[in-house]
């Protein structure tokens, strides 16, 4: 490896583990106040496991709440979760943010699809015990535990009726799932089928459930294609979701998680949307609780990056040794890793000579080299069996380099459930 690479390296260690420092008071702060929350019991029989979660990263001034915003006004975000359970918490950021945030009250209910929802099943959270919380700037918080009857695979509506928002809101604007805005401190059981629409996720991070202890979760690392960029918009088609259904139906494996930490424009190592998987991997997968398998699908980005042929190489070596980096941090901590090949993107805007055998170099090294504990190997099964280097043409989203509803209903139906039992 190269002066340059090596002194790379060395610089992003630095900041992972200032990450990781910053990760540890985080957690903390999560412990202290699920610890004291009222009602919650010690019982070494359950645990918390996620069982939905996205990753936060900055939103920039493009992807913001529509008029008229969110500060001292109501809105209504639809997730699905993976496993079920009785009693949950919500967790909310305000990462990479620098003004505080307001929750006046938070609601969460069953969805009935849209913006409608099961009236008699919601309920209103809690934090230490009150209705109204403040995040301030960086900060996250975590709801008190709350009795609740929640299904395997549910859609659910979290309604957040805000105070102050500032400027500035963290989130996950890729939500691929559209949300609901209305004016004014609404309730929950307000008609918001006027409300104004948008495909965002703001200011919620995840959802915990109180289940049985042999209940893990799978957590996936990744970019756009893990984020589900091509996927039917509040479909839940990402093929994280077509794998999360298959697991739910299938006996042996009915009680694994998915957790989706996608982020699309993500790179492993600089640059692109959110921080590098090689920084956020601390908070993103270790972060969560009884992990215990992980799946990297992530890098293309980086080698849609690469200059020229010389500095192909240096990538090349710089994923790698991420990818080392990330399976030894995950290992030490018994989770196991798969390691996910890279998507074929000739025709794309990433198409350049020279990044093609950089790709295949770094497919190579995840097939073969024995450092993942097993492979999903997506490359073969997505190519175009003709043309190595492009995606099949019917199961991409128009610009070959995304996977369409199809494509996405292959990739997870193609994963192995035995690599779960």
């Known amino acids: ?42 019982d070494s029989s359950k645990r918390w496991v996620g069982t939905w979660s996205t990753a936060p990263y900055f939103v920039d001034a493009n992807n913001m709440a529509p008029a008229p915003g969110l500060s001292n006004n109501t809105f209504r975000q639809v997730v699905r979760v993976s496993i079920g359970g009785e009693t949950l918490r919500v967790k909310f950021t305000n990462l990479f943010c620098k003004n505080s945030v307001t929750f006046k009250s938070v609601g969460i209910a069953v969805s009935k699809g849209g913006s409608d929802i099961e009236a008699t099943s919601g309920k209103v959270l809690r934090f230490s015990g009150k209705e109204e919380v403040t995040m301030n700037a960086n900060e996250e918080t975590v709801s008190d535990p709350l009795s609740f009857h929640l299904e395997p695979g549910m859609k659910v509506a979290i309604t957040i009726c805000f105070g102050a928002a ?33 495909d965002h996720w703001f200011a919620t991070a995840g959802i915990d459930v109180l289940v049985p202890a042999k209940t893990a979760a799978i957590a996936v690392l990744g970019n756009s294609i893990v984020d589900g960029r091509g996927s039917g918009t509040s479909k839940f088609n990402r093929w994280t979701d077509i794998l999360s259904e298959r697991l739910l139906k299938n006996k042996a494996t009915r009680n694994r998680a998915v957790l989706n930490l996608g982020i699309g424009g993500n790179c492993v190592l600089r640059g692109g949307q959110g921080e590098p998987a090689i920084v956020r991997f601390y908070r993103d997968i270790l972060g969560h609780q009884h992990v215990k398998w992980l799946i990297i ?27 080392k980096q990330m399976i030894d941090k995950a290992h030490a901590r018994g989770i196991k890793v798969y390691g996910a090949t890279i998507l074929p993107f000739a ?12 790709r295949n170099a770094v497919n190579e090294w995840i097939r073969t080299s024995g450092r993942f504990d097993a492979v999903i190997d997506f490359d073969k099964m997505m190519r175009n069996p003709n043309e190595l280097n492009t995606i099949q043409s019917d199961v991409h989203d128009h610009d070959f380099l995304h996977p369409n509803e ?16």
């Open 1 to 42: 490896m190269s002066y340059k690479s090596n002194v790379f390296l060395q610089g992003r260690i630095l900041t992972t583990v200032r990450t990781l420092f910053l990760f540890l008071l985080i957690a903390g702060s999560f412990n202290s106040l699920n610890a004291t929350a009222k009602g919650e019991k010690n």
């Open 347 to 358: 025709r794309s805007f990433y198409d350049k000579p020279f990044r093609h055998p950089a």
């Open 406 to 421: 199809i494509g996405y209903k292959m990739m997870g139906e193609f994963v192995d459930l035995n690599l779960f039992k």
């Open 297 to 323: 699908s992530e890098g293309i980005n980086d080698i849609g990056g690469i200059k020229d042929s010389i500095h192909a190489v240096q990538v090349v070596n710089d994923l790698i040794e991420a990818y």
């Open 166 to 198: 500032g400027p500035q809101i963290g989130g996950h604007a890729a939500s691929r799932t559209t949300s609901y805005l209305l004016a004014g401190n609404q309730s929950l059981t307000t008609d918001f089928s006027n409300a104004i629409k948008t």
